[in-house]
């Protein structure tokens, strides 16, 4: 038995639809990496601050180490997250470019 679409996905659609799922992934995946490592930084992290000789210098590390690790995985995910519009421009442009005109 075979299932028939009512719709036959075109090359345009194919590419769209993995531009979407690439994009969406690396958005997600920056987002988990980064709740990932700030964990893991944390442990090493708390293991300083407990230290009476290492706190003053380990807090203030901390937080400028957080703040890049941040800044450095939002990037990435708002990047994806924009690079949507995009990707769909320029898919649609490569079908005009390849279009052949009516009477030709």
Do not use: C
Request: aromatic share 4%; proline share 6%; no cysteine.
């Amino acid at each position: 038995m075979t299932l028939k679409t009512a719709h036959e996905p075109s090359r345009e659609d194919w590419l769209l639809g993995l531009a979407d799922l690439m994009a969406a992934a690396t958005e997600g995946g920056a987002r988990r990496i980064e709740r990932a490592h700030l964990a893991i930084a944390d442990e090493s992290f708390n293991v300083l601050a407990s230290l009476a000789i290492t706190r003053p210098v380990s807090e203030p590390i901390r937080v400028i180490h957080h703040g890049i690790a941040r800044l450095s995985y939002r990037s990435v995910a708002l990047a994806a997250g924009q690079l949507r519009p995009w990707l769909r421009a320029a898919v649609r442009s490569d079908r005009s470019r390849t279009t052949v005109p009516p009477g030709s």
